[in-house]
C-alpha cells in the first residue's frame, strides 16, 4: 500500500531551501523578500520552520554586509507573509518550532509573530519563553508578559529578573546574531522583566526581591487589569527628570541646545504668586519676577534637571551626554562608568553649554544608538528636527520627512536590541511624532510645562 505524500513529509521535513539560502548568501534584500513570500504561496504551514531559520541566518551575517534598515525589510516582511496563514495551524506549529529554533533571532521572530494571530497564545508562549537562554528572547517575552494582564505571569518574571540581575558573567555573542546585540543584552533583559512588573503591579521598584517581597504582602490586593501606569508614583529610584523616573541602566542623555532653547515659558499662577510673597530685605516684587521668569528658560530648566539627575546616578550605571544644535558634540562618545569622577566631569560640561543653532536629532540619535552597549535613551528637546531651520513659526520644511525618516531608522535599528526611549518635550516640540518615537521603543513621552 502507497504511503500518504502527507505522512511522508511529515517523516522527512523538507530541507533548507537553496533559492532562499543563495539569496542571503548574495545579501540580496528583494529575493529573500520574493522567495520567502513564494515559499509561504507554495508550502503554506511547512514554510515556517524553513523561514524562521532564514531570519536567524540573515541577522548572523555581519554589519557591513546587511543594512539595518533592509534586515528590518526582510524581518517585517516574513511576518506579513507568514501571518496571512490560518491562525489555527500557525498556533500548532509556532510552538513547534520555538522549541527546535537554534539561533535567538528565530526564536524572537516567532514570538513576534505569535502576536499577529488572535488564534496564537501568545501569552503562554512568553510564560515557556521567559526562561530561555538568550536574554534577547527572554526581553521579548518579559514584553509581552508586561502587556497580558495575567497575574501568572508575576512568579516567571521575577524568577527572570533575578536570573539576569547583578551577574558578571562574561558574555558571548549567541548563536544566530551578530555580536554588538548581545553587548550588555542581560541588562536589556532584566530592564524588560522589570518594566514589565511595573506595568502589572504600577508600582516602580528597582530589584527582584523587593517585587517579590511586595507580591508576597499583597497578592490579594493585585489587579494588573486596574494598573494606571500614568498615575505619578513615588520615585523608589531616588533619580527623575522632570519628574520622570530613570530606571536605566546604560543611558544616553540627550539634550537640545538650540537656539529655540532660550525661549522662556509661562510660569503657572501659583509660581507667580509665591514669587510676589517671597520677597525680602532689599528685594522687589519686579525683581523676583524677573528671577522667575529668567528661572522658566528652557536651557536653564533643561541643565537644572539633567545635571540634578547625573549626580543621582550613584555609581553601579554607566552614561554618557549628547548635546545638539548645528552639530552633535558628546560628552563622551562612549558610556563611561558612572563614578564620583565622572558625574562631577559631566555636570561641569552640562552647565557650560549654550544654546544656539538649529535641532539635527536625527544626527544626536544615531550617535547614541550606534553603542552597542546602550539600553536606555532620554531626549529632551524643545522642537522639529531639522537641517535646514525653520522660518517664522512655520515647520522646517525638512521636519517632516526626518520625522518618517527617524522612526524607520530606529525602528531597522532597534528591532531586535530593544533600547527604550523616553522623550521629553517642552513647548513647541512635536509631540506626535515625540509620542510614536517613545511608543515603538518601550518607551514614555513627558510633556514639560
Request: charged share 25%; net charge positive.
Amino acid at each position: 500500500m502507497l504511503i500518504p505524500i502527507l505522512f511522508i513529509i511529515l517523516l522527512f521535513p523538507i530541507p533548507a531551501d537553496h533559492a532562499l539560502d543563495k539569496a542571503i548568501g548574495g545579501h540580496n534584500t528583494q529575493a529573500v523578500i520574493a522567495r520567502c513570500q513564494q515559499l509561504v504561496s507554495d508550502q503554506q504551514i511547512r514554510s515556517l520552520t524553513t523561514i524562521a531559520d532564514a531570519i536567524g541566518a540573515v541577522e548572523a551575517t555581519p554589519d557591513e554586509k546587511w543594512h539595518p534598515v533592509d534586515r528590518y525589510r526582510v524581518f517585517t516582511a516574513a511576518l506579513r507573509a507568514l501571518a496571512s496563514l490560518p491562525g489555527k495551524k500557525l498556533a500548532v506549529e509556532i510552538p513547534k518550532a520555538l522549541r527546535k529554533g537554534k539561533a535567538w533571532p528565530s526564536r524572537v521572530f516567532l514570538l513576534e509573530l505569535s502576536l499577529q494571530s488572535e488564534s496564537v497564545d501568545s501569552v503562554q508562549l512568553a510564560l515557556k519563553s521567559i526562561d530561555d537562554k538568550a536574554p534577547q528572547v527572554a526581553r521579548v517575552a518579559a514584553r509581552i508578559l508586561g502587556r497580558s494582564q495575567d497575574i501568572l505571569a508575576l512568579e516567571p518574571l521575577i524568577s527572570a529578573m533575578l536570573r539576569w540581575e547583578g551577574s558578571r558573567t562574561q558574555e558571548k555573542a549567541a548563536r544566530g546574531g551578530r555580536e554588538e546585540l548581545s553587548k550588555r543584552a542581560r541588562d536589556r533583559a532584566w530592564l524588560a522583566c522589570r518594566d514589565a512588573l511595573h506595568r502589572l503591579t504600577g508600582l516602580s521598584l528597582h530589584g527582584a526581591i523587593p517585587y517579590k517581597n511586595w507580591i508576597s504582602a499583597h497578592r490579594d490586593e493585585i489587579d494588573p487589569s486596574q494598573v494606571d501606569l500614568d498615575k505619578i508614583v513615588k520615585k523608589s529610584t531616588g533619580v527623575g527628570l522632570f519628574g520622570l523616573e530613570l530606571t536605566g541602566k546604560n543611558i544616553a542623555f540627550i539634550l537640545d541646545i538650540s537656539g529655540s532653547m532660550l525661549a522662556t515659558d509661562p510660569p503657572t499662577e501659583e509660581a507667580i504668586e509665591a514669587a510676589r510673597r517671597s520677597t525680602g530685605v532689599g528685594d522687589t516684587v519686579d525683581q523676583k519676577l524677573t528671577e522667575l521668569m529668567e528661572g522658566r528658560r528652557r536651557i536653564i530648566r533643561a541643565r537644572s534637571q539633567l545635571c540634578q539627575a547625573i549626580e543621582g546616578l550613584g555609581d553601579e550605571r554607566r552614561f554618557t551626554v549628547i548635546p545638539f544644535s548645528s552639530n552633535v558634540n558628546p560628552w563622551s562618545d562612549v558610556l563611561l562608568e558612572s563614578s564620583r569622577k565622572n558625574r562631577k566631569s559631566a555636570i561641569q560640561f552640562v552647565q557650560s553649554l549654550k544654546a544656539s543653532g538649529i535641532t539635527v536629532t536625527d544626527e544626536a540619535l544615531a550617535m547614541a544608538l550606534s553603542d552597542a552597549t546602550l539600553d536606555t535613551i532620554y531626549l529632551i528637546t524643545d522642537g522639529a528636527p531639522t537641517h535646514m531651520g525653520s522660518q517664522g513659526n512655520q515647520l522646517p520644511v525638512d521636519a517632516k520627512a526626518l520625522m518618517k525618516r527617524i522612526l524607520e531608522e530606529t525602528r531597522a535599528l532597534n528591532h531586535l536590541r530593544g533600547i527604550r526611549i523616553f522623550t521629553l518635550g517642552f513647548i513647541d516640540a512635536e509631540e506626535q511624532f515625540l509620542k510614536k518615537l517613545a511608543e515603538e521603543n518601550s518607551g514614555k513621552y513627558v510633556r514639560i510645562r
